[in-house]
């Protein structure tokens, strides 16, 4: 469904920015408490909060993020679930949200409730508050900005460092063709997989894959090591292959480092009674030297921000 409409009557223009604002809390519903805790001043009040938190923030933006043939429901929920994802990769839960709006004047009202709902109905499932936020109006654009807070699910934050030459390499999933398949919005985030990876000694760091394996793999490398990666181990999406596995992104899956001398079949166990349905692969190691069957990983790139 297209966000725009050529209808005045049917955008957000005829209604204004106050109107909108009230649209949105009713939208919203129940995902959004009442002020002072929520939509309403010009900032939200949070409940003190004990120990660290963590916060992050992502968008989604027409023509980049979605199209015409995802639905408006589908794109709010995107949106949050990028963010939770980032929370699972360092084994966090989340709290609380705030939402900057950016629209085009002829933004449709109904593509805008349907965004809204499909947000709120996500919210309530992941136990995520809207306590605020902001709107612009730009010509052209269509796109959200939502930051996310959270908390540690247990005494330990998972970090991208910490990874040593030796250590073993783990995805969650299935990887490729995110896009061909709609697994770009039609993922669950790794919350509880990341919470109990997080608690687990053995995973010494962790990230999510958002931008293809082969590019984000460089943040989790320790320096002086190369990651040994082997087309046979890598599991991929069916009707995708090697190339999509290592460079499409948007996978939402999470990659993780598990220290050298641990009993990995005690590990793969341990997971498979935990999470049954979700697939565990180990892929490779970080090691000195690449074996001779390794992929060279300089002939994979995956999504890079403003790179020509």
């Known amino acids: 469904m297209s966000p725009f409409t050529s209808r005045t009557a049917d955008s957000v223009s005829a209604l204004g920015e106050e109107k909108l604002v009230g649209a949105i809390r009713r939208w919203l519903g129940s995902a959004s408490p009442g002020a002072p805790f929520g939509i309403g001043d010009d900032c939200a009040v949070l409940p003190a909060a004990r120990g660290r938190q963590l916060i992050t923030v992502d968008p989604v933006i027409y023509g980049r993020h979605f199209d015409n043939d995802v639905a408006p429901r589908a794109v709010g929920e995107k949106l949050l679930k990028r963010n939770l994802s980032d929370l699972a990769a360092m084994g966090g839960r989340p709290t609380t949200a705030v939402l900057a709006l950016t629209l085009d004047g002829r933004t449709s009202l109904a593509w805008l409730e349907n965004f809204y709902r499909g947000l709120a109905a996500c919210a309530r499932r992941y136990r995520v508050a809207i306590v605020g936020g902001d709107i612009a109006q730009a010509d052209g654009i269509v796109a959200a900005s939502l930051t996310l807070l959270g908390r540690p699910s247990g005494r330990r934050i998972v970090m991208r460092t910490g990874a040593r030459a030796g250590d073993a390499l783990y995805v969650t999933g299935l990887l490729g063709g995110s896009l061909r398949s709609g697994h770009h919005f039609k ?50 999406r069916p009707g995708s292959d090697v190339r999509a596995a290592l460079t499409d992104g948007e996978d939402y899956e999470l990659l993780f480092a598990v220290a050298a001398g641990t009993d990995h079949a005690a590990f793969t166990r341990a997971w498979r009674k935990k999470f049954p349905r979700t697939r565990l692969a180990r892929i490779g190691d970080f090691v000195r030297t690449l074996p001779p069957a390794a992929l060279d990983l300089r002939e994979f790139h995956g999504y890079e921000h403003l790179k020509m």
């Open 187 to 236: 993922f669950t985030p790794r919350l509880d997989e990341g919470a109990w990876l997080a608690n687990r000694t053995e995973v010494r760091a962790m990230m999510d894959i958002s931008d293809g394996l082969a590019k984000d793999l460089h943040a989790l490398t320790p320096r002086g090591t190369k990651a040994a990666l082997t087309a046979t181990a890598l599991p991929i």
